[in-house]
């Protein structure tokens, strides 16, 4: 693809600004020249280092970028200077693009494959962005942090996410995560420290498969009965 499908009146950017429309996500001109620099800049190492199976950038602008906006609502939320850990986030969603339209809140994006650690710092460095804070461990290895939001988006499943992460997240604190939709096996297999709070169901522009967004949180007094 060649380099002027990224620039702000190109194919790419139209298609950006129709699904943030669709969205209702709110955004800068600079904000949107930064999502599609994200993509491009992903493109360009993905040819080298192969960091996602989606090959074409209008199909990563749907199954990355806007797909990682569908949690724009509840982020709008969330207060100033939350801390935010995206655990398994590959090379960087749905994280870089949350941080990008949220950079009042503070990002840890985590993961064990270091060529995508490396992409995400490079990505941050040329984006100029200073929310964010690239960790190359397995979460199993991840300890002593807090935080307020646990975000997973197919990293693992709902359980293993929960059993995981449970350590990391702070008392009052909140886990998202991004699925296709909710089996209700998974979610009777729970840990019965965890509250089931709802299911959102979400549309990506474009996209036909199902999504959601399940957000689950500590039942209250918990953490306090543990320390």
């Given at each position: 693809?060649?380099?002027?499908?990224?620039?702000?009146?190109?194919?790419?950017?139209?298609?950006?600004?129709?699904?943030l429309?669709?969205?209702?996500?709110?955004?800068?001109?600079?904000?949107?020249?930064?999502?599609?620099?994200?993509?491009?800049?992903?493109?360009?190492?993905?040819?080298?280092?192969?960091?996602?199976?989606?090959?074409?950038?209008?199909?990563?602008?749907?199954?990355?970028?806007?797909?990682?906006?569908?949690?724009?609502?509840?982020?709008?939320?969330?207060?100033d200077?939350?801390?935010?850990?995206?655990?398994?986030?590959?090379?960087?969603?749905?994280?870089?693009?949350?941080?990008?339209?949220?950079?009042?809140?503070k990002?840890?994006?985590?993961?064990?494959?270091?060529k995508?650690?490396?992409?995400?710092?490079?990505?941050?460095?040329?984006?100029?962005l200073?929310?964010?804070?690239?960790?190359?461990?397995?979460?199993?290895?991840?300890?002593?942090?807090?935080?307020?939001?646990?975000?997973?988006?197919?990293?693992?499943?709902?359980?293993?996410?929960v059993?995981?992460?449970?350590?990391?997240?702070?008392?009052?604190?909140?886990?998202?995560?991004?699925?296709?939709?909710?089996?209700?096996?998974?979610?009777?297999?729970?840990?019965?420290?965890?509250?089931?709070?709802?299911?959102?169901?979400?549309?990506?522009?474009?996209?036909?498969?199902?999504?959601?967004?399940?957000?689950?949180?500590?039942?209250?007094?918990?953490?306090?009965?543990d320390?």
């Open positions: 693809m060649m380099i002027e499908d990224y620039s702000a009146d190109g194919v790419l950017a139209k298609q950006l600004k129709s699904g429309k669709e969205l209702n996500v709110e955004t800068s001109e600079n904000q949107q020249q930064q999502l599609l620099e994200l993509l491009q800049v992903l493109y360009k190492w993905n040819k080298a280092y192969n960091l996602t199976a989606i090959k074409q950038p209008k199909e990563g602008l749907k199954l990355h970028l806007l797909d990682s906006l569908t949690l724009f609502e509840r982020f709008k939320e969330l207060g200077n939350k801390t935010i850990l995206d655990v398994g986030t590959g090379p960087g969603f749905p994280g870089l693009p949350l941080a990008i339209l949220f950079p009042h809140l990002f840890t994006l985590l993961d064990s494959n270091s995508k650690i490396r992409f995400i710092r490079q990505t941050i460095h040329q984006l100029g200073d929310n964010v804070e690239p960790i190359h461990s397995r979460v199993e290895s991840f300890e002593d942090r807090n935080f307020d939001v646990i975000l997973s988006r197919a990293f693992a499943s709902l359980v293993d996410m059993n995981l992460t449970h350590t990391l997240l702070d008392e009052k604190g909140i886990w998202l995560a991004m699925k296709g939709e909710l089996m209700a096996q998974e979610a009777e297999e729970l840990p019965p420290f965890v509250v089931n709070h709802f299911v959102t169901q979400v549309e990506v522009p474009n996209v036909v498969a199902k999504r959601c967004i399940v957000e689950l949180g500590f039942i209250p007094g918990y953490k306090s009965e320390k």
